[in-house]
Every structure is written in C-alpha cells, then in structure tokens.
C-alpha cells in the first residue's frame, strides 16, 4: 500500500481531523478554496496557481489542433449526467492538449535539439503526434508494461521509443538521461504549468458549453488534468465542485489529498490496477498545490466499477474509453453518495486507448 510521504506541503497534526486541514488549505484563499484569477497568485513561497490567462492562450494555441469535444447526454446515467469524451482526440485522449501546448511553449530549442517525453502510454503518444505536426523529432520513454495499442501509436507518429523498467522512478531517470546526453528538451507528463494549462482548456470549454455545470468529475494520475480543469472551471464557476477519482489499487492522490502532503505508493502496488493510464505512484508537486487548494475531494473506484464503466459507456453512449479514461463515469455510477449533491454534472472521458482484447473481454462479460 502507501509508502513514505515524499515532498511535504502541509501535515496534518495528531488528533487534528481532515475537515480541519481542508479548512487550513481553503483558509489560504480565502474560505471558498478559491483564488485563480487572471494573473495567478502565490501562497506562502509556493509556486504560482496555473492561470485563467495561460489556459487562455493554451486554448488559442490549440484551436487547429484539438477537437472541442462536445458534452453528450448518456441515456440511463440520471439524474443528467453529461460526459465529455477526450476519447475524440486525435491521440485518443486529452494528453494532445497539454503536449502540445509544452512543445510550442519551448518551440525554437525543441526545433533545435528535438523533445523527449516519459509517459505510461498516452502522453507519449501525444508527444510524438505534436512533434510530427511540428517536425520536430521526438523520444518517448515508456515502461515495459505500456500496452501494445499505445506503444504502436507511438511509433506510427515516427518518434523513438525506448522502453524501461515500469516505475516512475526508471522513466525519469531515462529522460534525464535523455537530455543530458542529447539536449533534448523535456515535455514532462503533468507536472508543468504549460501541460496544466493545456489540460486546463477542458474546463475552460465546459465553463463555456454549460455554464450551470455544478459538477466536474476528473480521473488522477500524476494531477496534471485535474488541475488545469480545476484552475479553469473554478475562476470560471466559482460555486463548482471539482472531484477526482483514482483506481482503489493506486490511490495515492486520495491519500495526498487527506493527509495534506503528497504520499507515495509503491511501484508494485499500482501495476495491479487495469488502469494502465493511471498508474503513476506520486502526484507532481505543482499539480499536488492545485489540488489542494482547488480540488472538493478525491475518491476511489475498484476493477469491477471501472470494467463495468467501460461496459455501460460502450453500450448506452457508444464511446469506447480505456479503464482509466472511465473512472470518472465509474464514480457517478458507484459512488454517487461521496459526491457533492449536483443538478448538472459533467464526466471527464479522458482516454480510448484501450487494448482491442481487453474491450472484447470487458464486454464479452456482460
């Protein structure tokens, strides 16, 4: 299970309850948790919050690039839940946006020394797609266990792959690697305020598609999506609730976002979710100040609800998600109770990457 905090931000002291450390980190802007705005801010020496302006320009940047994904009605799922399916992207998932919105945020040396990424499968795949739009070359490292459907998608677009052992520890090190030995510029998966911003641009189309959404349910890997749809939906709905959800089996953001600093989990312990896409063992420092300060709650799913997310998505909406990319549709339908109460909520589908005999079994079990 979880294994030393790593890269403490705030604790929470014996005896002390969690509404209490909630109350804490809300305190620090102000008491609805609020605080984006326009020009960002700083909280006690952190790093600034990703801003409403950066989302902005990251939208701008990707007018012809991603698809505005619409929000779809899934007959069956009451009481109206609408799902935002990011399987739509031209990579099969919403890691196009803050890929490249990154690359073209560094674009003079990336066209120069080219771009190296480490991902679990679909950020990578989003990588080599921008890269090849750009003409830029591109390096993804991916764990030996990454799923074949991806790895090949990767290497379709023309970028490099080299493959390491699956922890996080082992991509970072091989990218590092990467960029002292070749310049490479690093694109990293979430923890980088050019990714959250363009991740951030899923809220931002929300805001503007259904201003009375109350409700935005996220999937948590690494933190990046859920805090740019935060940053975006909060400055834009203040009264919102955002929502995160990770696999029961790899529920490091869920423990992070209760004990108030960020809590590791063993390599070991998260490959045993089908989730490939969230199997990240540490939430990214800067995504982590975004949760805390912007994110309502964090709750957990297990490998049936998921399956049967993936099943019902399938079947009612005729959207293909992966594991992972369900979650946030596999809370509404299983632990709606943990959610904050909503007339209008909004479901992240946040990938399709899914193995073609994974589905076949997925739905065969119907």
């Given at each position: 299970?979880?294994?030393?905090?790593?890269?403490?931000?705030?604790?929470?002291?014996?005896?002390?309850?969690?509404?209490?450390?909630?109350?804490?980190?809300?305190?620090?802007?102000?008491?609805?948790?609020g605080g984006v705005n326009d020009?960002?801010?700083?909280?006690?020496?952190?790093?600034?919050?990703?801003?409403?302006?950066?989302?902005?320009?990251?939208?701008?940047?990707?007018?012809?690039?991603?698809?505005?994904?619409?929000?779809?009605?899934?007959?069956?799922?009451?009481p109206g839940l609408l799902v935002?399916?990011?399987?739509?992207?031209?990579?099969?998932?919403?890691?196009?946006?803050?890929?490249?919105?990154?690359?073209?945020?560094?674009?003079?040396?990336?066209?120069?020394?080219?771009?190296?990424?480490?991902?679990?499968?679909?950020?990578?795949?989003?990588?080599?797609?921008?890269?090849?739009?750009?003409?830029?070359?591109?390096?993804?490292?991916?764990?030996?266990?990454?799923?074949?459907?991806?790895?090949?998608?990767?290497?379709?677009?023309?970028?490099?792959?080299?493959?390491?052992?699956?922890?996080?520890?082992?991509?970072?090190?091989?990218?590092?690697?990467?960029?002292?030995?070749?310049?490479?510029?690093?694109?990293?998966?979430?923890?980088?305020?050019?990714?959250?911003?363009?991740?951030?641009?899923?809220?931002?189309?929300?805001?503007?598609?259904?201003?009375?959404?109350?409700?935005?349910?996220?999937?948590?890997?690494?933190?990046?999506?859920?805090?740019?749809?935060?940053?975006?939906?909060?400055?834009?709905?203040?009264?919102?609730?955002?929502?995160?959800?990770?696999?029961?089996?790899?529920?490091?953001?869920?423990?992070?976002?209760?004990?108030?600093?960020?809590?590791?989990?063993?390599?070991?312990?998260?490959?045993?979710?089908?989730?490939?896409?969230?199997?990240?063992?540490?939430?990214?420092?800067?995504?982590?100040?975004?949760?805390?300060?912007?994110?309502?709650?964090?709750?957990?799913?297990?490998?049936?609800?998921?399956?049967?997310?993936?099943?019902?998505?399938?079947?009612?909406?005729?959207?293909?998600?992966?594991?992972?990319?369900?979650?946030?549709?596999?809370?509404?339908?299983?632990?709606?109770?943990?959610?904050?109460?909503?007339?209008?909520?909004?479901?992240?589908?946040?990938?399709?990457?899914?193995?073609?005999?994974?589905?076949?079994?997925?739905?065969?079990?119907?």
């Amino acid at each position: 299970m979880a294994l030393a905090s790593q890269g403490a931000l705030t604790r929470r002291e014996p005896g002390e309850n969690i509404a209490v450390v909630r109350s804490k980190l809300r305190g620090r802007n102000g008491p609805d948790g609020g605080g984006v705005n326009d020009g960002g801010g700083v909280n006690d020496g952190e790093p600034a919050l990703v801003s409403l302006a950066e989302i902005r320009e990251a939208a701008r940047l990707l007018v012809p690039v991603a698809v505005r994904t619409p929000l779809i009605p899934v007959p069956g799922m009451a009481p109206g839940l609408l799902v935002k399916p990011e399987s739509l992207q031209p990579t099969g998932s919403f890691k196009l946006r803050g890929a490249y919105t990154a690359i073209k945020a560094n674009e003079p040396a990336a066209r120069q020394h080219g771009v190296v990424a480490h991902s679990s499968g679909n950020h990578g795949h989003a990588v080599a797609y921008a890269a090849a739009l750009l003409g830029i070359h591109a390096v993804v490292v991916v764990p030996s266990t990454a799923p074949r459907v991806k790895t090949r998608a990767i290497e379709s677009c023309g970028a490099e792959l080299v493959t390491v052992a699956p922890t996080l520890s082992a991509r970072l090190a091989a990218a590092e690697e990467l960029v002292t030995r070749h310049g490479y510029v690093l694109i990293p998966p979430f923890d980088d305020r050019n990714v959250i911003a363009g991740q951030g641009t899923i809220g931002l189309e929300i805001a503007a598609d259904c201003p009375q959404a109350d409700l935005v349910i996220v999937p948590v890997s690494g933190g990046g999506l859920i805090s740019g749809i935060a940053a975006a939906v909060r400055a834009c709905s203040p009264g919102a609730a955002v929502v995160g959800v990770e696999p029961e089996l790899a529920a490091d953001a869920r423990d992070s976002f209760h004990r108030g600093e960020r809590v590791a989990w063993s390599p070991a312990d998260v490959q045993r979710t089908i989730a490939d896409a969230l199997r990240v063992e540490l939430l990214g420092a800067l995504p982590f100040a975004h949760i805390r300060e912007l994110v309502t709650d964090i709750v957990t799913v297990t490998e049936d609800e998921l399956r049967t997310a993936v099943r019902r998505l399938a079947s009612q909406a005729r959207l293909v998600a992966e594991p992972g990319g369900a979650a946030a549709v596999a809370a509404w339908l299983f632990h709606s109770a943990e959610l904050p109460r909503a007339t209008t909520p909004v479901a992240i589908l946040s990938g399709g990457n899914i193995d073609p005999k994974l589905l076949a079994e997925i739905l065969a079990a119907d």
